[in-house]
């Protein structure tokens, strides 16, 4: 308080410090991280081009897609949203579509078709 300066808490070198040695790095990091990549890749492009069959599971996405679909158009069948309801009826009949490949293979996908061509159109095939 009297104006004395207060000593420094770390003592103060003059010198340098010393340099930092580069040590090599571990590389089981690496190893790890590309073969996790690698397995990432191979399961992507294993299910790409074996299309995953033709299972119920399958076609629980386009289940989901139809209901939503389905209630969208109900929400918009009033002549205020016209031009949304033809966006849904074009959506409709595309799902409808990608059943109907699978449909003679899978019941799943043939109630997923003939609900979707039904709701765009009102006609089943």
């Known amino acids: 308080?009297?104006?004395?300066?207060?000593?420094?808490?770390?003592?103060?070198?003059?010198?340098p410090p010393p340099p930092v040695k580069r040590e090599p790095r571990n590389p089981i990091g690496w190893i790890v991280s590309g073969?996790?990549?690698?397995?990432?890749v191979v399961t992507a492009v294993?299910?790409?081009?074996?299309?995953?069959g033709d299972?119920?599971?399958?076609?629980?996405?386009?289940?989901s897609r139809l209901k939503y679909q389905v209630s969208l158009k109900a929400a918009t069948d009033s002549?205020?949203?016209g031009a949304l309801a033809e966006g849904s009826d074009r959506a409709l009949e595309h799902l409808s579509e990608q059943a109907a490949k699978d449909?003679?293979?899978s019941?799943?996908?043939?109630?997923?078709?003939?609900?979707?061509?039904?709701?765009?159109?009102?006609?089943?095939?």
């Not at 073969?35 to 990432?40: C, F, I, T």
């Not at 294993?46 to 995953?52: E, H």
């Open 103 to 105: 449909a003679p293979k």
């Open 55 to 63: 299972s119920v599971e399958n076609y629980e996405g386009l289940q």
């Open 35 to 40: 073969l996790l990549l690698y397995m990432s």
């Open 1 to 15: 308080m009297s104006g004395e300066p207060t000593p420094p808490l770390v003592p103060v070198s003059s010198e």
């Open 107 to 125: 019941d799943a996908a043939a109630r997923v078709a003939v609900v979707a061509a039904y709701e765009a159109g009102g006609k089943a095939p």
């Open 79 to 81: 002549p205020v949203f």
């Open 46 to 52: 294993t299910g790409y081009v074996n299309g995953g």
